[in-house]
T-cell receptor, first 113, second 113 residues
Framework: EAQVTQNPRYLITVTGKKLTVTCSQNMNHEYMSWYRQDPGLGLRQIYYSMNVEVTDKGDVPEGYKVSRKEKRNFPLILESPSPNQTSLYFC????????????FGDGTRLSIL | TQLLEQSPQFLSIQEGENLTVYCNSSSVFSSLQWYRQEPGEGPVLLVTVVTGGEVKKLKRLTFQFGDARKDSSLHITAAQPGDTGLYLCAGEAGGTSYGKLTFGQGTILTVHP
């Protein structure tokens, strides 16, 4: 089954404790992206990657890191999480970045205390 | 940063009524996508419009892309309770912002039986 898998689905942690949210897709998609969703703000793009070893900042990259060492994986790293990063996070992939539908994972709800 | 203003933010109607959701920007987009999101899940693509003036129909849903590719609308005819959900528009910028996807704030639609 074609899918985008995020882990964990839920995480409660404390300020300053490094965490990684993994994202994996099995569709051989070139393009992957991370978003955060907050009430009243819709989805905001954090980082995106158009292919292996190619990453670019979205609209809200501060406090986040990503890497794309292989095509299927695109982890999101919070080196020193803060409470304002409490949010619902989505990973998405598409065959390419041009006019292609995004396939979304089911989301990761992060709470930073 | 390109912005997409989506309206209304909330819509509560009775079964059988018609409704329109708007997505407006001062920027030109190379394409515009409409998604629907259910609680606890990621957004799912409904349609992509690419050409200025384009109209696409999906059963009772009609999507239109403005002539100048700066705005779009989603019209639902004879809404049903199954249409309840969060509707999101997303624009792809193209050009030097190739790969960046901007989402509107979303419209929460509730259709009462």
């Amino acid at each position: 089954e074609a899918q985008v898998t995020q882990n964990p689905r839920y995480l409660i942690t404390v300020t300053g404790k490094k965490l990684t949210v993994t994202c994996s897709q099995n569709m051989n998609h070139e393009y992957m992206s991370w978003y955060r969703q907050d009430p009243g703000l819709g989805l905001r793009q954090i980082y995106y990657s158009m292919n292996v070893e190619v990453t670019d900042k979205g609209d809200v990259p501060e406090g986040y890191k990503v890497s794309r060492k292989e095509k299927r994986n695109f982890p999101l790293i919070l080196e020193s999480p803060s409470p304002n990063q409490t949010s619902l996070y989505f990973c998405a992939s598409s065959p390419s970045n041009y006019n292609q539908p995004q396939h979304f994972g089911d989301g990761t709800r992060l709470s930073i205390l | 940063t390109q912005l997409l203003e989506q309206s209304p933010q909330f819509l509560s109607i009775q079964e059988g009524e018609n409704l329109t959701v708007y997505c407006n920007s001062s920027s030109v987009f190379s394409s515009l996508q409409w998604y629907r999101q259910e609680p606890g899940e990621g957004p799912v693509l409904l349609v992509t419009v690419v050409t200025g003036g384009e109209v696409k129909k999906l059963k009772r849903l009609t999507f239109q892309f403005g002539d100048a590719r700066k705005d779009s609308s989603l019209h639902i005819t004879a809404a049903q309770p199954g249409d309840t959900g969060l509707y999101l528009c997303a624009g792809e910028a193209g050009g030097t912002s190739y790969g960046k996807l901007t989402f509107g704030q979303g419209t929460i639609l509730t259709v009462h039986p």
